[in-house]
T-cell receptor
């Protein structure tokens, strides 16, 4: 990827379990965003966290940001089969460019 | 809310022909738009920054003569894949930011298949 890596590359869990994905990036950022992509389709914006924020919640999603470690995590609680998708973190700086991480493919087994 | 519309959603073309993809911001003016390419099971790679009224800025390794970008108005950017080859088959998607600390708005994407 152009910005950083995500791990794991792939994650398979049982419905009801929690899923945690991690993202690392390389440069200073203005904000970090998480997106979901269903197979072969467009992107769905999940959550945005600004560089001066440390944690943010949205429904079953919890995002943390550690700018000192240049890392972020996305936690999906009580996963559902419909959460099966690829998840990407993306960072922006003052140029508005959105640079994506390598992505995590999540499979939630019913 | 703000919407970005991309057209076509899919296209099949013969090797050697050119294909134009349009990206429109529907209810806001976008002086800057971005074009991305995504190969199967890979992430989105930024190809270029489209600037209204000026030349596009291309990322390293992206051929500007092959991927022509035109941003003639505040609501429309086009990407033309010239002399397409099978290796250009990919998912192309555009985005338009509105504010620095709000989500970026993405088009629906275009799946290009070159045969």
């Amino acid at each position: 990827s152009q910005q950083g890596e995500e791990d794991p590359q792939a994650l398979s869990i049982q419905e009801g379990e929690n899923a945690t994905m991690n993202c690392s990036y390389k440069t200073s950022i203005n904000n970090l965003q998480w997106y979901r992509q269903n197979s072969g389709r467009g992107l769905v914006h999940l959550i945005l966290i600004r560089s001066n924020e440390r944690e943010k919640h949205s429904g079953r999603l919890r995002v943390t940001l550690d700018t000192s470690k240049k890392s972020s995590s996305l936690l999906i609680t009580a996963s559902r089969a419909a959460d099966t998708a690829s998840y990407f973190c993306a960072t922006t700086d003052s140029s508005y460019k959105l640079i994506f991480g390598s992505g995590t493919r999540l499979l939630v087994r019913p | 809310g703000a919407v970005v519309s991309q057209h076509p959603s899919w296209v099949i073309c013969k090797s050697g022909t050119s294909v134009k993809i349009e990206c429109r911001s529907l209810d806001f003016q976008a002086t800057t738009m971005f074009w991305y390419r995504q190969f199967p099971k890979q992430s989105l790679m930024l190809m270029a920054t489209s600037n209204e009224g000026s030349k596009a800025t291309y990322e390293q390794g992206v051929e500007k003569d092959k991927f022509l970008i035109n941003h003639a108005s505040l609501t429309l950017s086009t990407l033309t894949v010239t002399s397409a080859h099978p290796e250009d088959s990919s998912f192309y998607i555009c985005s338009a930011p509105r504010d620095l600390n709000t989500e970026a708005f993405f088009g629906q994407g275009t799946r290009l298949t070159v045969v």
